[in-house]
């Protein structure tokens, strides 16, 4: 019996408008009702089940790629951050960079709002629709700008997030990362980010630290990803799927393909998981 579903939420359970629906809100009413445990891990900052369009629905929460975890009720679980010394040497070898530093209490930004979005402005009309739609409405309440470095080493930072316009910079950062590979890792759900946390940090060490609270085997769990910062997780669990539309990294990385993210795939696949388990119950009761 799968006890644990955790899932990615853009292009695996959240629908092509980067939303919940029916049959997504429906889906979780049924692992809840099954008595199984439903979780986001997701590389937003989610910090509340009323983000995201779950409106106070009983998720579990790993938020900044696994490396910030939270119950059902929002209270904070464990948390991975990344070592204070290798975020002090990172953000004094780029001090031109507009990081953002998410932790528990929110995420503290080194620069301007206007800074942090001009990065934005260089994408494509279609682009700029599609981040739009997953940044959804922005929460401002926590996003704390102009921060400096002494401001951000005094938190616990658990994710650095940022996007990189010049190609000289980009590339330098690049290098840094491979340099580094023994403190830092960069897991972005795409190529035009840096999402940069603790080499151990993943939604998949996440996943598997949120089972072993609540008792549950890593073979209890089933996990849904679709992008980069999914793989880790996906390689871990025996139960990993990947919806159609992910990359081809997601798809070697996972136990199995299935349908598209535009059908629901995800959503579709837990429900009949759930409806196997019952089945498998009952044919063992009738025994």
Partial sequence: MIKLFACDLDGTLLN??????KTILSCVDEVVSAGAHIAIATGRAMRSTNDHGFAGMPVDMLGSNGTIVRDR?????KTFPVDPAALED???????????????????IRGTREQRAEVFRHDNLVR??????????????????????ADVLKR???KVNCRVIDPGLRDDLYAYLA????????????????????VHANKGAGVAWLAAHYGISEDECAVYGDG?????????????????????EAKAAASKVIGHNAAHAVPRHIMRTLAADRAARERVHIS
């Fill in 73 to 77: 009720d929002g209270n904070l679980l």
């Fill in 156 to 158: 616990e930072v658990c």
């Fill in 228 to 248: 980069g910062n999914d793989i880790e997780m996906l390689k871990r669990f025996k139960h990993s799927y990947c919806p159609l539309n992910g990359t081809d």
């Fill in 128 to 149: 700029r629709i599609i981040m739009r739609g997953m940044r959804g409405p922005m929460n401002f309440t926590d996003m704390h700008f102009n921060q400096s470095d």
């Fill in 16 to 21: 092509l408008f980067h939303n919940t629906d």
């Fill in 90 to 108: 990172l953000l004094r070898a780029f001090p031109t960079i507009c990081f953002d530093c998410s932790t528990p209490e929110g995420t503290y």
């Fill in 179 to 198: 340099d580094h590979a023994d403190k830092l890792v960069n897991a972005p759900f795409n190529p035009r980010m840096f999402e940069i946390t603790d």
